[in-house]
């Protein structure tokens, strides 16, 4: 629940129309400020990281100018000339607007007035966007999102030349332009604003910053609470099938900092949003902290913002690059500019953590405001330290109880899990619960698909989401998590799915060679139950650290289930035959099977299944514990795609049909290497020998490992009792086993 009583609210309003006046005479005040540009100018020259940053972006904004202003008449979807022309345009006039604060040059305040009033010209007799694809249309852009990006950045330009420009030209643009669009992403576009979602995040920080220039109080409420609506359509969706309006009736930015992030600051989204949304929840926080410091943003639900940026560097892998869970874009990083803003001011405002300093090196680049200069004078007198990622475990949800998603690593291990037991994600969550993927040195080696889209890409659906984002990317079998009678999770129902969440099992980082993940799954399936326990575990004669995989299944009903691998590379070996079809054929015909050709299919040889692949010239062992009945399936995503809008990525898939309650057990190693240079070979086969399930009834799973060594480790599973306190005993090949806490591991020397 929002924490803000109805008499709290009108304090507040009472509060924000106080200082009106005394804040709506001093410009810049939105992100710069007067006092900050003047300690900027006084050491300009003498911090490297921000003069090379002026230097960079002045290069950037001289050539711009030197081509002149553009402000066509908008006709195209993401990736056309007009949206990529509007885009860059809003880009480049914050950025003018802060040279002109920092060097004094009229120039730049030139420049940001002319592209202004080309927009006014333009804005007041502009019809909405000719296509009409979006759940919400825009003017300048086919999207009202696309819209909200533009003003959260012309703003903050605005707001640079303010006093540069006339009180009649203020008039002008405010009557004409900046009034009229606020109304429409706000008023005229309620089911965009008043939503609990990045989209609406954007959409308050662009009305909440334009009002906070031109000292609106009005505006400035409209942010923070929303808009009131007599009548709430509970049912409607947006253009990814996410629900429109909170059940609740929340809305405004203060709602949109308490629902999507947990206590911890997981965004439930997922770490591709959460970046697209830091920017305008962060440099709207900055404005509403340099305006109105009595509203405290920063210390909101316990400071959830910054507590937001440390989470969401966690969820980047050695490359830096986030862990594409749900929608997410492959190849995004924190060194987007979102991330750079996200950095700057947390270190900022944020008790000037010297490690964000170890990433603001590795971005090379800082903020042209107060922040950004706070964060390259810290790393000018040596105060930066590297951000060492450990194992982590994230919470979701309002209040940390809607299941989480944990990533572990151990020590100096390459390796990265990153496991999935979250709530859905909203309209951008897929269908895939307890899911996980695997990467080393910031290499994908078992892969979550991420989206179907190439943003910005015209040629593709106009830059926006592909049909093949539903019938493929969502599904389950995109995912390396339990698939039962081909039918993915909840049915493949956003309206199900949105109501269930995973639970945590128990989560252990506390020893020195293993880290311990282990969640329930209990609603994907009616009558069924999934209890995935995954482990990182360094074990003294092995090379390198090893994944062991265990997933419990209890079901009411016999079942086929599906266990895919979503493997990375080329093919090495296999320890079974399998058969290769003369022509390829899907594997199903809907749920995302319809996507997948079979290309060899085969059976266990041995109660060990083992795959070996060579990627980015690292080779790497699946090892499963296998029944004879089992299937072994190899596939290759791209059937039924005749547009060409999936890759042709291979995978591996472990089928067991007629039963109901079972036990999947794998082991996934790294191990030796390949140099194409010298054209040897080391270390290229598996040093596990075999896995075999010892023990696995209602309350306890027991799996060995057996090593070519010849020594053997042995994992223990309380599968009825998490508590770190409670006392277990089992017997193995007539040897009593005593352990306290939900495992136990035995073997590690």
Not at 256 to 274: A, K
Not at 504 to 510: P, T
Not at 554 to 566: A, G, K, M, R, V
């Amino acid at each position: 629940m929002i924490s803000i009583s109805k008499i709290e609210k009108a304090v507040l309003v009472l509060g924000l129309a106080a200082c009106a006046m005394s804040q709506a005479g001093e410009h810049p005040n939105l992100i710069m400020t007067k006092a900050g540009v003047e300690s900027i100018r006084a050491e300009l020259g003498e911090v490297p990281l921000f003069d090379a940053t002026v230097a960079k972006v002045k290069a950037e904004v001289d050539a711009e100018i030197e081509l002149g202003i553009d402000t066509p008449i908008p006709t195209d979807y993401s990736g056309g000339y007009t949206h990529e022309r509007h885009k860059r345009n809003f880009l480049i006039i914050q950025k003018a607007g802060a040279l002109y604060q920092i060097l004094d040059d009229d120039k730049y305040a030139n420049y940001v007035r002319d592209m202004l009033f080309q927009y006014e010209a333009m804005y007041k007799d502009l019809p909405l966007h000719p296509k009409t694809r979006s759940y919400a249309r825009g003017k300048l852009f086919w999207q009202c999102l696309n819209d909200s990006n533009w003003l959260v950045y012309v703003s903050q330009a605005y707001d640079a030349i303010y006093d540069y420009l006339s009180a009649e030209e203020r008039e002008k643009l405010e009557e004409n332009l900046f009034r009229p669009f606020a109304d429409h992403i706000s008023v005229d576009s309620p089911q965009f604003f008043n939503r609990v979602h990045n989209h609406s995040t954007w959409g308050n920080a662009a009305v909440g910053m334009i009002g906070l220039v031109m000292g609106d109080d009005e505006l400035v409420e409209r942010a923070l609470y929303g808009i009131p609506l007599d009548e709430l359509d509970a049912s409607a969706k947006d253009d990814d099938g996410g629900y429109i309006f909170d059940k609740d009736g929340k809305a405004g930015f203060l709602a949109n900092l308490e629902e999507p992030f947990s206590p911890d600051g997981y965004y439930t989204e997922g770490p591709y949003y959460q970046r697209y949304a830091m920017y305008p929840f962060l440099i709207f926080a900055q404005g509403l902290h340099n305006a109105k410091p009595d509203l405290r943003i920063f210390e909101h639900k316990d400071g959830v913002l910054l507590k937001a940026v440390n989470a969401l560097l966690n969820f980047s892998d050695a490359d830096g690059e986030f862990f594409p869970l749900n929608d997410g874009q492959k190849g995004m990083s924190y060194h987007a500019g979102s991330i750079v803003t996200a950095v700057n001011i947390a270190y900022h405002m944020g008790g000037e953590d010297p490690r964000l300093l170890g990433i603001a090196v590795e971005q090379g680049r800082v903020l042209l405001d107060d922040a950004g200069m706070s964060v390259a004078l810290a790393v000018r007198d040596g105060h930066a330290k590297a951000f060492e990622k450990t194992s982590v475990n994230y919470r979701d949800g309002l209040d940390g109880k809607q299941g989480g998603v944990a990533v572990l690593r151990h020590g100096d291990s390459a390796l990265e899990l990153v496991f999935k037991y979250s709530s859905h994600g909203l309209s951008h969550g897929h269908f895939d619960k307890l899911s996980f993927s695997l990467f080393e040195d910031g290499d994908e080696i078992l892969q979550d698909y991420g989206m179907a889209r190439f943003v910005n890409v015209e040629q593709k659906g106009g830059g926006n989401y592909l049909k093949e984002n539903t019938t493929w990317a969502k599904q389950t079998v995109a995912h390396n998590t339990l698939v039962q009678n081909e039918t993915s999770h909840f049915g493949g129902k956003y309206e199900v799915g949105s109501l269930y969440h995973s639970d945590l099992y128990f989560y252990d980082d506390a020893k020195p060679d293993v880290q311990v993940v282990s969640a329930i799954e209990s609603n994907a399936y009616p009558g069924t139950e999934m209890m995935r326990t995954m482990a990182i575990i360094k074990k003294s004669n092995f090379e390198k650290t090893f994944v062991l995989d265990i997933l419990n299944i209890l079901s009411d009903t016999e079942n086929q289930y599906d266990l895919p691998f979503h493997f990375m590379g080329h093919v090495m070996q296999a320890n079974f035959d399998y058969e290769s079809p003369a022509s390829l054929e899907p594997l199903g015909n809907a749920n995302g099977y319809q996507h997948l050709f079979v290309e060899g299919r085969g059976h266990p040889a041995t109660n060990n299944a083992k795959l070996s692949w060579l990627e980015y010239d690292r080779f790497y062992t699946l090892t499963s514990a296998t029944q004879e009945s089992d299937e072994l399936l190899f596939t290759r995503l791209g059937a039924n795609d005749p547009e060409f809008n999936l890759r042709r990525d291979p995978g591996f898939m472990i089928r067991r049909k007629g039963i109901g309650n079972t036990v999947f057990v794998s082991a996934i190693e790294s191990h030796g290497g390949y140099s194409p240079v010298s054209e040897l070979a080391v270390n290229s086969n598996s040093l596990i020998s075999s896995i075999e399930i010892l023990l696995n009834d209602d309350r306890y799973t027991v799996v060995s490992v057996a090593d070519v060594q010849g020594s053997t480790l042995l994992f223990f599973l309380a599968r009825k009792d998490a508590s770190s306190s409670s006392h277990h005993k089992v017997w193995i090949a007539g040897q009593p086993y005593k352990w306290t806490g939900p495992y136990n591991i035995v073997g590690l020397d």
